[in-house]
Each structure stands twice: as structure tokens, then as C-alpha cells.
């Protein structure tokens, strides 16, 4: 694996990095999961920030600023909805991950940490993500100079000791 990217267990919300990634949902007005701990820890003028982006489309990434959280921005993207994969779902959580990372460097994100998209109450099979998420990020640092760390956060040890069998296994 490449040696920005790195895995570990914890809160999203309490990260010091330049940008956290939320698993938001179409109407990027809040939600449960990492969507409410994001909201909840940022505060109510984040839900302000995200009104006039009117939503964002599965697949696709937005940006606000972090308000109260320690990170400078949130970038809100939609994962796919897991659907026995017939809706193109690995291709739409790819581009999740993608369309994040390019919503990041345009505004001069070095650090930026991610959540498992799609795997809470999208119900994506979390082994098949953890692959995708890694191989996207792989990808892009490649062709891309000015990241210089990408943190991969498990939601507890089970998680954790999941995420880093796959990596181990790439
Ligand atoms: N820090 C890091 N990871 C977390 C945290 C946290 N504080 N809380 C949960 N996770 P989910 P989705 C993990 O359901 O599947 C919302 O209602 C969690 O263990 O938050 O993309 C939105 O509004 C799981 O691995 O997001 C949408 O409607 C991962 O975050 C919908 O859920 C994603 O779980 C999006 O579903």
C-alpha cells in the first residue's frame, strides 16, 4: 500500500486533518451514522452551508467549511446504495472516492480523512468497499503529487482488523 494511506480505528469528527469526507445522502441535509456524528460535531451552520448546494448526485462530492470540527473543510459525496450489485454500485463508490479527492486538491487539501461510504445504512459488503476505497486512493495518488497523507478511519476494532486484513491482501 501506498505509504500516505494509512488505517486507523476512531471518530472521524475528531481528526485534525485539512478535510474529512462525510457518507452523505442526496439531500445532503443530515442524516444518521457518520452524517449525524458530522453534523453534530460541526454544528448547525454546516446544515446552512449545505442548503444552497441543492444536494449532490450519487457518485458525485461537494465542499463546505468544518465550522466547529477541527478539520478547515468537509467534503459531503454520496455512495451508491448496495443493490446485489446491479445498479453499477462498485463503479458509483469508486467515483465517490474519486470525485472526493479531486473536490480536495482543488482547494489545496494536503491531509483528508475518509469513512467507510456506502457500508453503514447503505448495506455495501465491506470487504468489496474497503478493496474499492484502497484501490481508489491508490490510483490517485499516483497521478497526483499534492496529497500528502490520506487517512482510511474504521468505526471500531472489528473494522479496523477488517480493513487491514484486505489491505494486507490487495
Ligand atoms: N467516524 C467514522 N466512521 C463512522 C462514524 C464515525 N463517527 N460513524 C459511523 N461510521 P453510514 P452510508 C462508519 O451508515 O452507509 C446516513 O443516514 C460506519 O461504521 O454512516 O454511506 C446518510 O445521511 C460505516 O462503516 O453511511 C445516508 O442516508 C460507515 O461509517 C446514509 O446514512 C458508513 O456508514 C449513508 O449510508
Same mark, same amino acid.
Given at each position: 500500500?501506498?505509504? #500516505?494511506? %494509512? ?9 485534525? $486533518?485539512?478535510? =474529512? $469526507? ?5 439531500? *445532503? ?9 458530522? @453534523? ?6 454546516? %446544515?446552512?452551508?449545505?442548503?444552497? *448546494?441543492?444536494?449532490? @448526485?450519487?457518485?458525485?462530492? %461537494? ?6 470540527? #477541527?478539520? #478547515?473543510?468537509?467534503? @459531503?459525496?454520496?455512495?451508491? $446504495? ?8 462498485? $463503479? ?14 482543488? %482547494? ?19 470487504? *468489496? ?20 497523507? =490520506? ?6 476494532? #472489528? ?10 491482501? *490487495?
Amino acid at each position: 500500500m501506498n505509504p #500516505k494511506i %494509512k488505517i486507523i480505528e476512531g471518530d472521524i469528527t475528531a481528526l485534525e $486533518v485539512d478535510a =474529512i $469526507v462525510n457518507a452523505a445522502n442526496p439531500s *445532503l441535509m443530515g442524516g444518521g451514522g457518520v452524517d449525524w456524528a458530522i @453534523h453534530n460535531a460541526a454544528g448547525p451552520e454546516l %446544515k446552512e452551508a449545505c442548503r444552497p *448546494l441543492r444536494g449532490c @448526485h450519487t457518485g458525485d462530492a %461537494k465542499i463546505t467549511a468544518g465550522f466547529q470540527l #477541527k478539520a #478547515k473543510y468537509v467534503i @459531503h459525496t454520496v455512495g451508491p $446504495v448496495w443493490n446485489n450489485g446491479t445498479q453499477a454500485e462498485e $463503479v458509483l463508490l469508486a467515483s465517490a472516492y474519486r470525485r472526493s479527492l479531486e473536490v480536495a486538491v482543488e %482547494k489545496g487539501v494536503q491531509s483528508i480523512a475518509f469513512p467507510s461510504i456506502s457500508t453503514g445504512a447503505y448495506r455495501f459488503p465491506f470487504d *468489496l468497499a474497503t478493496r474499492i476505497a484502497l484501490n481508489t486512493m491508490e490510483t490517485f495518488l499516483k497521478e497526483n503529487e499534492s496529497i500528502s497523507q =490520506i487517512i482510511f478511519v474504521a468505526f471500531g476494532q #472489528k473494522d479496523y482488523e477488517q480493513m487491514q486484513r484486505v489491505a494486507r491482501n *490487495l
